[in-house]
């Protein structure tokens, strides 16, 4: 028996299995490439060829598309980002003081106190201080972003590349290119210019301390990790499955939300071949003029989402958290 958690992000969707003692069994991680419902039912057209429907007790969401993707998938539980992360982090470690995340499309920071959220801040603004600033730099140098942590790490020298703007920090990489710098050089000053924008942005004002958490798909890099421990002082420590700690998370709370209500919502597996359709209307209901987003299958309105004041979301919303 396992417990499923669903992490739809803007750049990847994560889906992980959980046994009852909270180890994973079988994740997977797909491009959202700006579809979340056909990068879930991916996803499911995977697991739906070793596992049955009944074998999943409990089914969680979270990320920027966890509302969509808990009407798609009949969740038990929907939970923020910070939450999600944060329960994974305890889980592996209870000495966990500080979590730094770092994404496709956007980064965040969560400081805990004895196992408790007691700060975070989250940047969704500017490219420079996000995993999709360093694809797009790796792919103008020549080099597989997988690599890219081991060029960094070979760097007799960083070469200083202003950091504060993607715009400007790409003129300055290519000036420094023009000049003759070696590309390990420049990888590992483009590291230091990441991680200086997220201390005095994300990071800004912010109690941390060790022991510290290196979350995302960001914390494969190499030199992303050198960058922080330098800046930092101190050890920072990438747990085994940082790419899908939000799905963890998301997971282990869909496991103890179902312990109290003694019943699953999970769909099963058919939803992969579920034709979906979605449509958007403008309510009229005030001057917010919402663009609301109705999600359909071939028979019935699953959800909806986009109103600001909840009319025609919170609805279906409670019902999939209270049934």
Excluded at 158 to 173: L, P, Q, T, W, Y
Excluded at 273 to 281: A, G, L, P, Q, V
Aim: a positive charge; one cysteine or more.
């Amino acid at each position: 028996m396992y417990y499923m958690g669903v992490d739809v992000g803007s750049v990847s969707t994560d889906v992980v299995l959980i046994d009852e003692n909270n180890n994973i069994i079988e994740q997977i991680y797909i491009r959202t490439k700006g579809s979340p419902i056909n990068a879930v039912q991916n996803a499911f057209k995977t697991l739906k060829e070793k596992y049955n429907d009944k074998q999943i007790q409990a089914a969680g969401t979270t990320g920027s598309g966890r509302h969509i993707a808990s009407y798609l998938i009949g969740a038990d539980i929907v939970k923020n980002e910070i939450t999600a992360h944060s329960v994974a982090a305890l889980e592996i470690d209870k000495d966990v003081r500080t979590i730094l995340e770092i994404g496709g499309q956007d980064s965040k920071i969560i400081i805990l106190n004895r196992g408790i959220v007691s700060d975070f801040a989250m940047n969704t603004v500017c490219a420079a201080g996000t995993g999709s600033f360093l694809d797009r730099q790796a792919e103008r140098l020549g080099i597989p972003i997988e690599e890219f942590g081991n060029y960094a790490v070979k760097a007799k020298n960083s070469v200083r590349i202003a950091g504060r703007c993607a715009v400007f920090a790409e003129s300055d990489m290519i000036h420094k290119q023009q000049l003759g710098y070696d590309k390990s050089d420049i990888i590992k000053g483009l590291c230091d210019a990441l991680v200086r924008n997220y201390l005095s942005n994300v990071g800004k004002g912010k109690n941390i301390q060790s022991k510290i958490f290196f979350q995302g798909g960001v914390a494969t890099n190499k030199g992303m990790i050198a960058a922080f421990e330098e800046a930092l002082g101190c050890k920072v420590y990438v747990p085994k499955y940082h790419k899908v700690m939000g799905a963890l998370g998301s997971a282990i709370l869909a496991k103890e939300k179902v312990k109290e209500k003694k019943n699953t919502n999970f769909k099963g597996f058919n939803v992969a071949d579920m034709e979906i359709k979605t449509k958007s209307f403008e309510c009229k209901g005030c001057s917010n003029g919402c663009e609301v987003v109705m999600i359909n299958d071939e028979n019935t309105t699953l959800g909806c989402f986009g109103d600001r004041c909840g009319k025609w979301s919170s609805s279906y919303v409670e019902k999939i958290i209270n049934s």
